[in-house]
């Protein structure tokens, strides 16, 4: 059987980090192009003139647009080639982020996040969007991020919904890495044909990508409650920098070697509503947790552990927390059949999944959630 493991060459985490940013750029010359908004770049400022002097590298200011779209990527290359740069930063939220992969090609790409919203940062893929914000397509390069750098001070300034919307997102590593190891399932299933032999074709999940999985589960559990209240006091503890490690590397890890599974398919077919735009990608995926409990029928103990999790930190339980007050039979369906296209994750689950079978799932998933929040039982 062949297995697979991906990772980013180096995590680092902790208290002011950003001061050594230097050091890791200096691994690869002196110039870097630093990609970020400028609202971003100018809130850490003093770090970085620090760390530039410090280590006598020089940070590129790329101007970023704010969309990381196909001509911005473009035009950001160009300008590294003229300036010579010998790496790339990415600095901020998710699109900064994608924009320096896709810059970087997966070559000599440092990534500093600000907030702890998704586990993107460890990976090896983007999100394309058109130069007005509509999704345009994936991209997928040949390794991760040449280093991780998280500065747990800044991400304990940002807004606390994102701290939130990332343990959403975790939420889902160890249920979806759960039914991959049962279904034995390809890690990059539903990828494009084009990027699947570069990626380990063919590859079975780790029992190492399902053990931190699991310790992704654990940990959010134990300290996304406490993690919650230091952000909000925007100070740093050791449950904070427990989740934020949790939100960032255990669920990136989790999710790329262990394989996504019903609840990232879910979140994609809920994405046609209008209604759920205004939220974050780990509110939905949150629900979409719920909804692939339901579709394996998980024991009850198990539902009510991960409704009171959610209920604690103030995850989405219901279709009315991600803004859908109401959905039609025709609205329903559509979710469902965006949900289990060919190329979805959702048939990484360990038996068959139908257009009724989803649809079932999303109304019982809603209606107990609503019921849980209101009286604490299922019905």
Do not use: W
């Not at 994609?268 to 409990?293: N, R, W």
């Amino acid at each position: 059987m062949r297995k697979a493991f991906i990772s980013p060459s180096k995590y680092v985490q902790g208290e002011n980090e950003l001061l050594n940013l230097g050091y890791f750029v200096a691994s690869f010359g002196k110039k870097a192009l630093l990609i970020g908004n400028q609202s971003d770049i100018e809130r850490v400022r003093k770090q970085l003139d620090y760390t530039a002097e410090k280590y006598n590298c020089v940070f590129i200011t790329a101007d970023f647009n704010g969309e990381c779209s196909r001509i911005e990527v473009e035009r950001l290359k160009k300008l590294a080639i003229t300036e010579q740069c010998d790496c790339t930063i990415g600095l901020g939220g998710g699109k900064a982020i994608d924009t320096a992969k896709c810059v970087a090609e997966g070559d000599a790409v440092i990534i500093v996040p600000t907030i702890a919203a998704t586990d993107a940062p460890t990976s090896h893929s983007a999100v394309l969007y058109t130069p007005d914000g509509a999704f345009d397509d994936y991209a997928y390069f040949k390794q991760s991020p040449s280093v991780v750098l998280i500065d747990t001070n800044i991400i304990a300034q940002a807004p606390v919904r994102f701290l939130v919307a990332g343990m959403g997102d975790a939420l889902s590593t160890y249920f979806e890495a759960r039914a991959n190891q049962k279904s034995y399932a390809n890690i990059n299933a539903g990828l494009p044909c084009g990027v699947r032999e570069q990626l380990c074709e063919g590859a079975k999940p780790t029992l190492a990508a399902y053990a931190l999985a699991t310790l992704c589960y654990q940990t959010l559990l134990k300290d996304g409650k406490k993690a919650k209240a230091s952000c909000i006091d925007k100070v740093v503890t050791p449950a904070l920098e427990n989740v934020i490690e949790a939100n960032i590397l255990l669920s990136g890890l989790g999710f790329e070697s262990g394989g996504l599974a019903g609840a990232h398919a879910i979140h994609d077919g809920l994405t046609i509503l209008e209604e759920t735009h205004h939220y974050y990608h780990g509110e939905k995926v949150a629900f979409g947790t719920l909804v692939q409990l339901i579709l394996e029928n998980s024991p009850e103990e198990e539902l009510k552990e991960v409704l009171d999790f959610c209920l604690s930190v103030n995850l989405p339980i219901c279709l009315e927390d991600i803004g859908v007050k109401t959905i039609s039979d025709q609205q329903l369906t559509a979710v469902a059949e965006k949900t289990i296209i060919p190329e979805e994750s959702i048939h990484s689950m360990p038996f068959p999944v139908t257009v009724e079978g989803v649809k079932a799932a999303i109304l019982l998933a809603d209606s107990i959630g609503k019921n849980y929040k209101t009286t604490g039982k299922f019905a």
